[in-house]
């Protein structure tokens, strides 16, 4: 069984600081990893894919340790704005198997 | 990014009654369609996966009879709820790929029966 597990939080975190979550996936074959924002009574949006080398975009960087199977999100300097749920997404290219969620880590940023 | 509609973003409807909740891909074919339903609080769960011009594929626990699903097009998917009762209510949303890669979600409809 597949299964792509995310402390739920909620992470409770002062302006301008660093928070940084994990998201583990039970599945080595999974070939495809994203991080989705959503919004509370919206729908997911795509925050970044995750390479294996690691990216960034902005204050957001993604990582992948595909040998401890875990993708990790970190904000810098965190703002108002970035308050949500963070979905961890991966895609184990199964075609008709589609993506799998995690439950969402909540995040919200205080002033 | 390409562009998944899904209508009605909203419905309230008597129990007893069908709710039928379109998606549509607008700038690209979608060979592949999702629906998931999301209770409040919780995260995402696919109902079922549904390919152009074959039978949906349900996840177990769905009933396949009560959620019906018909992809007739490479760019129109439709779930009907039928004889909805008020365990039903719950946020329903579409994505749609073509590359089985990342994926787009349709705006959500959020149904309430009463």
């Known amino acids: 069984r597949k299964e792509v597990e995310q402390d739920p939080g909620p992470f409770n975190v002062p302006e301008g600081a660093t928070v940084a979550f994990n998201c583990t996936y039970s599945?080595?074959?999974?070939?495809?990893f994203f991080w989705y924002r959503q919004d509370c009574r919206k729908e997911p949006k795509l925050l970044m894919s995750?390479?294996?080398s690691g990216n960034e975009d902005g204050r957001f960087t993604a990582q992948l340790n595909r040998a401890s199977q875990y993708i990790s999100l970190l904000i810098r300097d965190s703002k108002l704005s970035d308050s949500a749920t963070y979905l961890c997404v991966v895609n184990s290219g199964g075609g008709a198997d589609g993506l799998t969620f995690g439950k969402g880590t909540h995040l919200i940023i205080q002033p | 990014g390409a562009v998944v509609s899904q209508h009605p973003s909203w419905v309230i409807c008597k129990s007893g009654t069908s709710v039928k909740i379109e998606c549509r891909s607008l700038?690209?074919?979608?060979?592949?369609m999702f629906w998931y339903r999301q209770f409040p609080k919780q995260s995402l769960m696919l109902m079922a996966t549904?390919?152009?011009?074959?039978?949906?594929?349900?996840e177990q626990g769905v009933e396949k009879d009560k959620f019906l699903i018909n992809h007739a097009s490479l760019t129109l998917s439709t779930l009907t709820v039928t004889s909805a009762h008020p365990e039903d209510s719950s946020f329903y949303i579409c994505s749609a790929t073509d590359t089985l890669t990342e994926a787009f979600f349709g705006q959500g409809t959020r149904l309430t029966v009463v």
């Open positions: 995750v390479y294996s």
């Open positions: 700038d690209f074919q979608a060979t592949t």
């Open positions: 599945n080595s074959a999974s070939q495809s």
């Open positions: 549904s390919n152009e011009g074959s039978k949906a594929t349900y």
